[in-house]
């Protein structure tokens, strides 16, 4: 059989592109000989990821907690590969737009699957072994705090309370007071509960890391570049609208989820079960409590101060309706 010239060429580009790097042509095509095909299982790692669920208890509905989050750290993982395309830069607005939809897609994917977790066990069964994953929490996702580090200035995490006063301060004293920190702790003392501690003991110098790497390339820094370039009116509306939805996702869509689901299995009169990190869930996970808005630009004063509290109404009418 005669080689097309078109595939003549294609093997002179890659002839050349192998032999600039000072090695032998011929091993690879030696090595590609013996080489196997590709297959399904092997590309996706499919034995080992399945392999990957240890159960501590024999309830049965455990496995179903563990890949649902192992699911989330997944898109969390496809969520960040977006971030750091725009982190790095010279992307059009077209570019720009795509990768904040795909974040969006991301967490619109993750809200619909937490019927999984809202309504995919049975409530016996999620408190029977429960316990027995104490102090392990969903608090402890670094890469949830990755994100959040990466589509905004640090002072905008920052707790509301203490924004002015470390508002020209350095990466590492603004990240003293980022606002999950109050979040993790303990009600009854204010001590910082153990799966903070823990947390904070693995990854704070990775998080410094991520806070100092992301502060002049994070989402809305790459967004005022885009503006400062000359963008179209329409284009900036897109830009916008995607960022709202973002903002909307990450600081009240995903943890109104998370509310949902705690009330559905944590809540009970007289009194709630606490987390098994020890944290506040109750004043932790309502937006309206935590005012967390990457962008607040891009909102009115009305918005801002109304901040997920018709979300957060509307599942606790639902709550009381179905109790």
């Known amino acids: 059989m005669e080689w097309s010239p078109e595939m003549m060429e294609k093997l002179a580009a890659l002839r ?3 032999e600039s790097t000072g090695q032998d042509f011929e091993t690879y095509v030696n090595g590609w000989q013996r080489a196997s095909f590709q297959n399904y299982w092997d590309y996706v790692q499919l034995d080992t990821l399945l392999s990957l669920q240890r159960p501590v208890t024999d309830v049965a509905d455990e496995p179903i907690f563990i890949i649902y989050h192992q699911i989330t750290e997944l898109y ?3 969520a960040r590969i977006e971030i750091d395309a725009i982190a790095a830069g010279d992307l059009s607005v077209e570019d720009f737009t795509e990768r904040v939809h795909r974040i969006n897609r ?3 994917a ?6 999984v977790m809202e309504k995919g066990m049975k409530k016996d069964e ?3 072994f429960r316990d027995a994953l104490a102090p392990a929490s969903g608090f402890q996702s670094v890469q949830y705090r990755i994100i959040e580090l990466g589509c905004a200035p640090l002072i905008n995490i920052v707790a509301e309370t203490k924004r002015e006063e470390v508002r020209d301060s350095s990466i590492e004293e603004q990240m003293e007071f980022i606002y999950w920190k109050d979040g993790a702790k303990i009600e009854d003392t204010g001590k910082p509960a153990y799966t903070a501690v823990q947390f904070i003991e693995k990854y704070w110098d990775d998080l410094l890391f991520a806070a100092d790497s992301y502060e002049h390339c994070n989402i809305w820094e790459r967004y005022q570049e885009l503006l400062q370039s000359g963008v ?6 897109q830009l916008e609208n995607a960022l709202r939805l ?3 996702n990450v600081n009240v869509n995903w943890p109104l989820q998370h509310y949902k689901t705690a ?3 944590l809540s009970r009169k007289p009194s709630d079960i606490a987390a098994t990190g020890g944290t506040n869930w109750q004043k932790y996970l309502p937006p309206r409590f935590q005012r967390r808005i990457f962008y607040p630009e891009l909102w009115t004063d009305e918005q801002r101060a109304q901040w997920g509290k018709s979300w957060v109404d509307e599942v606790l009418k639902e709550i009381e309706q179905g109790s």
């Open 110 to 115: 993750l809200r619909g699957s937490f019927g």
């Open 263 to 265: 009330v559905r299995y």
């Open 76 to 78: 969390f993982k496809l």
């Open 232 to 237: 179209s009116p329409e284009e900036q509306l």
């Open 126 to 128: 999620f408190l029977a």
């Open 246 to 248: 973002l903002d909307l």
């Open 106 to 108: 991301y967490f619109g």
């Open 16 to 18: 050349e592109k192998i």
